[in-house]
């Protein structure tokens, strides 16, 4: 294991934790989920797909076959079968006489709001697909979305699957870099875009940096502009188009594209260990299928009385299979929240709890400690007593934080879903069932009905319980993805090479004395910052190639809030001159991070340093600097080329 493996003191902790906490009678007596879900699933893995994937999705062509793994390590699930994601999401609902059903409570961060029922989804989305029908898009084209959190993206998204077009969204938080490099290597044709969106309090701008990355060269024939600000935007005649103009112009009617199970729903961009994201694909059939179930069984959802609310961004996975597609299949009603949790005060999300009645929210740890750490007067100011359940992702929980988050949003009495998944999953993998799973805080516990996991030693073999190890997927599921885009090697490189016929997902993990599982962070070189991958690698290039920058080395640091921080130490070239180690200079170095790949990878803090500690071979220590900018005397530097390296780095962090 490498720099990110979670320090001894923090395993110790979580080991002790022995607090239970089994479901009420009156839960789980109402619960979609039972005990005997696990062993039909046991019985056989294959017919209990099957049958998830013919109960919660409708199929314009029934499949006939289930997994076929031949092609292995690509999958295909239920590769005969023809159908519509965004039928599935919305027209089925109407059909079936639930059109005045609200989909969406939509909340803009200054207090405007919007209701769209099914039926005006359903309505929007045909508009929007014709609309870039007559944009020339065609069924297999790449679209890149850049929106801010409102319901245009959803729209946007649901359109592009009408049209079998596979979606590329980027988060809104990311640089005009960033995406420039995701339109690239998807090869998108046209961008869905927003002017800006509502943050902290004001407009920010989003289309100037679609221009940006436009300007340096793609093959993107047209710029789709929602007015969400009406702040003034650059205008290219041609190429920009007006969406509300757009759809307007459009019939209100279309034929979503019947596409097989295996046709490409989305690729999405997520860091690795190199400084290049990886496009994950995914695929129809079996992703729909896996994010319809978990969201019915490990949210306990019932769609006529229950408001869900997910406060994650679309630009994420947690957006995609959680906001869009788990919840839309299940006919959810939710909340689609644009703004920050503190705007225009601390209590934001309580209010908008209170006002809703949200009876199932999903959220993060990050989000979670923020909240504690601002205090329960906040929360304190409204009635959430509408919450029934909670639903936790991204981070490993710490108990405390989960404790806080029972008690105090929860009253005491809803149950906790630590939910462990990645985007590479597609959907979640590891998670106790409500209302059969007595819940462990900080432990995501067992792998759901249909999920089959292990942690293995560095060796391979499957660890006995007590003890860690890297966690593995042991069988194919159905939403997993489907590869790389355009890079099937690395695709088996980075998930299939370690050990022989199993994925492996780059977390450690332990195995209590129970067999329930304990997610302990990443052994690779990707951080997670308030949840949000990054890979230690990217920031490094990022930092590199600004002018005064000769090497950097970064790491993941603990950080209370946002879980891990990014901590960078940079050598700057000598003809930097005496300026460059300024406290200016090293605040107009975070912003050149910032601006390469977005806001979130902005370093907490960069140390210029001159020697970083390395091998003989040249191999930079990352796991002593971890040390060091997690405050702790450096470990083991016997093996350091210059020994003396680690001290004065030690030195110059406690002066800084
Ligand atoms: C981490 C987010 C512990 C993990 C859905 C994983 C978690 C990475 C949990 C994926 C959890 C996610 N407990 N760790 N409940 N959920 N992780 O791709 O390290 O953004 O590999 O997907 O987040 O992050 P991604």
């Known amino acids: ?115 769209l029922t099914y039926a005006d989804l359903k309505e929007q989305v045909s508009r929007a697909a014709n609309a870039l029908a007559d944009l020339g898009v065609a069924t297999g084209d ?12 959803i729209i946007a998204m649901l359109a592009c699957a009408r049209l079998g077009a596979p979606h590329s969204v980027v988060f809104g938080g990311f640089s005009a870099e960033a995406l420039h490099s995701r339109i690239i290597d998807a090869d998108a044709r046209v961008v869905i875009t927003a002017d800006g969106g509502y943050r902290r309090g004001k407009p920010s701008s989003l289309k100037p940096a679609v221009d940006e990355a436009l300007a340096k060269g793609t093959d993107v024939r047209h710029v789709l502009v929602v007015e969400r600000t009406g702040q003034d935007v650059d205008w290219t005649e041609g190429r920009d188009v007006r969406w509300a103009e757009a759809l307007e112009a459009a019939s209100p009617e279309h034929t ?70 788990g919840p839309m299949l299940n006919g959810a009603t939710q909340v689609l929240y644009e703004g920050t949790p ?41 009635d959430l007593s509408s919450l029934r359940l909670l639903g936790s ?21 809803t149950p906790i879903v630590d939910t462990w998944w990645q985007t590479e999953t597609g959907a979640i993998m590891i998670s106790p069932l409500p209302g059969v799973t007595a819940a462990k805080p900080g432990s995501a516990q067992v792998p759901l009905p249909g999920a089959s996991v292990d942690v293995l030693n560095d060796a391979g073999e499957s660890v006995p319980n007590g003890h860690g190890g890297y966690l593995v997927l042991t069988e194919p599921w159905p939403s997993m993805l489907r590869g790389i885009w355009g890079d099937l090697e690395r695709y088996k490189e980075t998930y299939w090479s370690r050990f022989e016929g199993m994925y492996f997902a780059g977390d450690g993990a332990k195995k209590d004395e129970d067999g329930d599982i304990w997610l302990l962070g990443r052994v690779d070189d990707v951080m997670n910052v308030s949840g949000h991958r990054l890979s230690t690698t990217e920031v490094e290039s990022a930092l590199v190639s600004h002018p005064s920058v000769a090497e950097a080395a970064v790491v993941g640091a603990k950080d209370d809030t946002t879980g891990q921080a990014v901590v960078a130490f940079v050598i700057l070239r000598a003809a930097a001159g005496e300026d460059a180690a300024g406290e200016e200079a090293v605040a107009a170095l975070r912003n050149h991070v910032a601006k390469e790949i977005g806001p979130i990878a902005k370093p907490r803090s960069i140390l210029v340093v001159s020697e970083l500690p390395k091998t003989r071979s040249g191999k930079i220590m990352r796991r002593l600097l971890k040390d060091v900018a997690e405050g702790r005397e450096a470990g083991d530097v016997t093996t350091l080329a210059d020994s003396s390296v680690m001290e004065q780095i030690t030195q110059g962090m406690k002066a800084g």
């Open 256 to 325: 979503p594209v019947e596409v097989e199970a295996e046709h490409p729903l989305y690729i999405l961009y997520t860091s690795g260990t190199t400084g290049k994201p990886k496009g994950i694909l995914h695929t129809t059939g079996g992703y729909l299928t896996q994010t319809a179930y978990t969201f019915r069984y490990v949210f306990d959802h019932k769609p006529e009385t229950d408001v869900y609310w997910c406060t994650a961004d679309v630009g994420w996975v947690t957006g995609h299979s959680y906001i869009v597609y």
């Open 1 to 115: 294991m490498s720099q990110n493996d979670a320090p001894e003191a923090d395993l110790e902790n979580l080991l002790h934790e022995t607090r239970t906490f089994p479901p009420s009678e009156e839960f789980a007596a109402q619960a979609n989920a039972t005990a005997e879900l696990y062993q039909v699933a046991a019985a056989d893995r294959g017919a209990f797909w099957a049958e998830q994937a013919r109960s919660l999705v409708s199929w314009s062509t029934e499949f006939t076959e289930g997994l076929d793994f031949s092609g292995a390590p690509v999958a295909r699930w239920f590769g005969d079968g023809r159908l519509n994601a965004a039928y599935n999401a919305v027209d089925r609902h109407v059909e079936a006489g639930h059109g005045d059903r609200v989909a969406i409570h939509f909340e803009g961060e200054p207090g405007d709001t919007r209701t």
């Open 142 to 153: 790449r679209v890149a979305i850049y929106m801010p959190m409102i319901p245009e993206t």
């Open 342 to 382: 503190d705007t225009p005060d601390k209590d934001r999300w309580w209010a908008i709890v209170e006002k809703y009645r949200v009876s199932l929210l999903y959220t993060a740890p990050t989000a979670i400690r923020a909240a504690m750490k601002w205090g329960d007067e906040y929360p304190g100011r409204h």
């Open 393 to 413: 992702v991204g981070e490993p929980i710490n108990p405390e934080a989960w404790i806080w988050y029972r008690n105090t949003i929860g009253g005491g009495k």
